[in-house]
């Protein structure tokens, strides 16, 4: 299924002069404050947010997983998904696959078809976290960590195949989560344990192309239960410096203790030069994996106000992964990404619009009560019409939720593919 400018365009038609209202008063206000409108809707314009080929098809828990019917069969239904997002929301122009479950039979042929939906191939996610049919060596007691060097060296060239397989398609980065730990207290040595990895990661990071990088994403417990090799971003963020100018620290929203504050995290990464790209999602407990902005929009904001910050400190080009990684368990999968990719681009454009050298003026004369006063201005605006703007003149869909829903395009996709078509993934 594609959708067609003109149909989007009719769909946008009769909402056009109220949005053009709401877009004039939102500019004149900011106006007032100094702040250069055009320049928002063309960063905004400019900013795209991954799609993992995962992220299509529908969640579940270990519980129970409940269908919502047309989801996609193959890689190609899967680009198609994507192409239905980015031309109601103009944001999402690429995907990230996920090697082994998403192979393509033949390259060219996929990136002829992405390229036609504008669609980019983003970051390559590697998968040593199960067991794949036709594996000879499990990875029940951990992959680039094992204990086992001819584990370790069947997890190394799945990652060198991974890196190859996104080369072929225009990636440039790898991203490596691994399950590995221990489950009970003795179980496992620590420090052999991170060492091992280092040695592995090593010779991943050898075959990275030049112009390549390699993201390397933590996770404090599960499925692990009582230690991770990569537990955290200090332990990320030692194996990215000790890896080399290649190797970066990956922040999944929902991989940190409850209360963590991962936008200083963010800070001292970006600070350091080892901020490698994110992985959006919320969570109210653990990696519940969430819409992003569903449950702490305030934390994604402060998030987004440090990168925003960090920016004006960077002298080289702003250029980091971003990908939603979450799961639908209840919410059809392609209105939950509409839902997020908005979360994300309200929060980074409230960070666009904070009144920043008032902001460092309060923050260096300890001025606590403007200093939140600044911040809270900008959190407490309602940028939605700058974000319609941006799709309007991108010819996408003033509100892509509701055009989602006029189309009816979930029905269409049932009738295409069938109610229990179901996505390769978890
Ligand atoms: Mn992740």
Same mark, same amino acid.
């Given at each position: 299924?594609?959708?067609?400018?003109?149909?989007?365009?009719?769909?946008?038609?009769?909402?056009?002069?109220?949005?053009?209202?709401?877009?004039?008063?939102?500019?004149?206000?900011?106006?007032?404050?100094?702040?250069?409108?055009?320049?928002?809707?063309?960063?905004?314009?400019?900013?795209?947010?991954?799609?993992?080929?995962?992220?299509?098809?529908?969640?579940?828990?270990?519980?129970?997983?409940?269908?919502?019917?047309?989801?996609?069969?193959?890689?190609?239904?899967?680009?198609?998904?994507?192409?239905?997002?980015?031309?109601?929301?103009?944001?999402?122009?690429?995907?990230?696959?996920?090697?082994?479950?998403?192979?393509?039979?033949?390259?060219?042929?996929?990136?002829?078809?992405?390229?036609?939906?504008?669609?980019?191939?983003?970051?390559?996610?590697?998968?040593?976290?199960?067991?794949?049919?036709?594996?000879?060596?499990?990875?029940?007691?951990?992959?680039?960590?094992?204990?086992?060097?001819?584990?370790?060296?069947?997890?190394?060239?799945?990652?060198?195949?991974?890196?190859?397989?996104?080369?072929?398609?225009? &990636? *440039?980065?790898?991203?490596?989560? =691994?399950?590995? +730990? %221990?489950?009970? $207290?003795? @179980?496992?040595?620590?420090?052999?344990?991170?060492?091992?990895?280092?040695?592995?990661?090593?010779?991943?990071?050898?075959?990275?192309?030049?112009?390549?990088?390699?993201?390397?994403?933590?996770?404090?417990?599960?499925?692990?239960?009582?230690?991770?090799?990569?537990?955290?971003?200090?332990?990320?963020?030692?194996?990215?410096?000790?890896?080399?100018?290649?190797?970066?620290?990956?922040?999944?929203?929902?991989?940190?203790?409850?209360?963590?504050?991962?936008?200083?995290?963010?800070?001292?990464?970006?600070?350091?030069?080892?901020?490698?790209?994110?992985?959006?999602?919320? &969570? *109210?407990?653990?990696?519940?994996? =969430?819409?992003? +902005? %569903?449950?702490? $929009?305030? @934390?994604?904001?402060?998030?987004?106000?440090?990168?925003?910050?960090?920016?004006?400190?960077?002298?080289?080009?702003?250029?980091?992964?971003?990908?939603?990684?979450?799961?639908?368990?209840?919410?059809?999968?392609?209105?939950?990404?509409?839902?997020?990719?908005?979360?994300?681009?309200?929060?980074?454009?409230?960070?666009?619009?904070?009144?920043?050298?008032?902001?460092?003026?309060?923050?260096?004369?300890?001025?606590?009560?403007?200093?939140?006063?600044?911040?809270?201005?900008?959190?407490?605006?309602?940028?939605?019409?700058?974000?319609?703007?941006?799709?309007?003149?991108?010819?996408?869909?003033?509100?892509?939720?509701?055009?989602?829903?006029?189309?009816?395009?979930?029905?269409?996709?049932?009738?295409?593919?069938?109610?229990?078509?179901?996505?390769?993934?978890?």
């Amino acid at each position: 299924m594609r959708l067609s400018n003109d149909l989007i365009q009719d769909i946008n038609r009769p909402d056009i002069n109220d949005h053009k209202n709401s877009f004039d008063q939102i500019s004149s206000k900011l106006s007032k404050k100094g702040i250069d409108t055009p320049d928002i809707i063309e960063k905004l314009k400019a900013f795209q947010i991954a799609i993992p080929s995962w992220a299509l098809g529908q969640g579940g828990t270990r519980f129970g997983r409940f269908l919502t019917g047309g989801e996609p069969r193959t890689l190609e239904e899967k680009i198609e998904d994507i192409g239905l997002l980015h031309a109601l929301n103009g944001s999402s122009g690429a995907v990230s696959l996920h090697i082994p479950w998403d192979i393509p039979e033949n390259v060219d042929a996929i990136k002829t078809f992405a390229t036609d939906l504008s669609i980019k191939f983003d970051a390559v996610n590697s998968n040593t976290f199960q067991d794949q049919p036709d594996q000879k060596l499990s990875y029940k007691y951990g992959s680039l960590s094992h204990t086992d060097p001819n584990v370790r060296k069947q997890a190394i060239d799945h990652n060198i195949e991974v890196i190859r397989q996104g080369d072929a398609l225009g &990636s *440039k980065a790898l991203t490596v989560w =691994l399950a590995d +730990g %221990s489950c009970f $207290p003795g @179980q496992q040595n620590f420090k052999k344990a991170f060492q091992r990895t280092y040695e592995s990661l090593a010779e991943i990071y050898d075959a990275l192309p030049a112009d390549w990088k390699v993201l390397v994403e933590y996770k404090p417990f599960e499925p692990s239960f009582y230690s991770t090799v990569i537990n955290d971003w200090g332990a990320s963020f030692n194996l990215a410096n000790k890896l080399g100018d290649k190797a970066f620290t990956l922040v999944d929203l929902g991989h940190h203790l409850p209360n963590a504050n991962i936008e200083q995290i963010v800070a001292l990464l970006l600070f350091e030069g080892k901020l490698g790209g994110f992985h959006f999602n919320d &969570s *109210k407990y653990a990696d519940d994996d =969430l819409t992003a +902005g %569903s449950i702490k $929009p305030y @934390q994604l904001f402060l998030i987004f106000n440090e990168l925003v910050e960090g920016m004006h400190h960077m002298d080289k080009k702003f250029d980091l992964a971003w990908m939603i990684d979450a799961s639908h368990n209840l919410k059809d999968p392609l209105e939950d990404l509409l839902q997020s990719v908005e979360a994300i681009k309200m929060a980074y454009v409230q960070s666009l619009i904070i009144d920043r050298k008032k902001l460092w003026e309060c923050q260096e004369s300890n001025d606590v009560v403007m200093a939140q006063e600044i911040i809270q201005d900008a959190f407490r605006t309602d940028v939605r019409p700058l974000l319609a703007e941006a799709r309007l003149q991108t010819n996408a869909a003033i509100d892509p939720i509701s055009a989602f829903r006029k189309i009816d395009v979930r029905k269409s996709l049932i009738r295409e593919r069938g109610m229990k078509s179901v996505s390769s993934g978890l």
